[in-house]
């Protein structure tokens, strides 16, 4: 699900350790290619492979310090910079001047996810002010063409990691948006309710309190007056006990139709396609609140247990049901969620059931099914 944060980050980072690998792979057997036939000497060959190693292994780890918003690896940019630095003054013209482009570039990229742009900016003219002339004598090439050929590479390999870095972090707090905006759909609905207690039970509270202390008052003086003082706090307990219950009722009553189409955009929201087939004018208002319980802890169950990329929903004659995959592996015991609607349902009157189905293959590759079963009275 390219939604996620995790997901996407590690897209993004094996995608770049299999480029890096790719290079190294790619200029070791160039250089022993080169002592092979003589034209480098095996001990040259050998300590540039050893230079060219330790930039390349170190570089993963200063990629994630930048993902992971870890402490600056100022450590690991010295040893990386000292190692590229030596390589390049080593690094055979059997090689070609790309070569030190590209290893110079990639360690000012490193350098410039971790470091404020002008640090970054200061490094990447003192590179070229080793590269070029570097270039210029050992390939025999004119000034022009170095100029334009190192200072290209030094401004775009940096550039592209800076945008990959951005492109995480952008996707990163998309999500965590997303995360805040849910949070804060709760806290607001709770000040609603509190909010409606308030309003509702503030004022009957406070004549209840007023006219109990006014018939205990009246208790050893107006026997008759303090029985009528009390009856109407009774009259006033109930008035109160009712006008709570139906704002309980209000708040616990969901609407099905809008149930579904929040979930839809929920679930597609984090990287599932949803379909949904839904014939519900033909259930009572009773059960169209027990299904909407169903599909809200349904989709809770898909987004904290799986990886899903696909849910279809189903509801037929009062049968719901919700299949999703990204299921890695059986789960060993039932959430309270769960548990709690399959005893509203089955209260009710209705059935539930909710299980995985996952082969060994599929335990590893998440590839599993989940289905939920929720049925109501007709």
Known sequence: MAARPELARKVLLYWMDGMIAFIAVAFIAMLFSLAAIGTLSEERALLVAVLLL????????????????????????VVSGLAMLASITLIPPGLGTSTWEIVAGLWLAGLAINVPWRVSVAFGVALAAITIPLAVYVSEMSLFVALVGESVTLVITPLAMWLWVWLWRTIKEAHESQEAKSRLAVAEERLRFARDLHDLLGHSLSVISIKSELAAKLSAKNTGRAAGEMSQVRELAGVALAEVQAAVEGYRSLDLSLELATVRATLEAAGARCTVKAHIDDLTPAARTLLAWAVREGATNILKHSTATRCAITIDRGVLEMRNNGVKGPRRTTGSGLRGLSERLTAAGGTFSASASVTDSDSDSGSGEFLLRAAVPA
């Open 54 to 77: 330790t930039q390349f292994a170190l570089f993963p780890f200063i990629l994630r310090a930048a993902y992971d918003d870890k402490p600056r690896p100022t450590v690991l940019l």
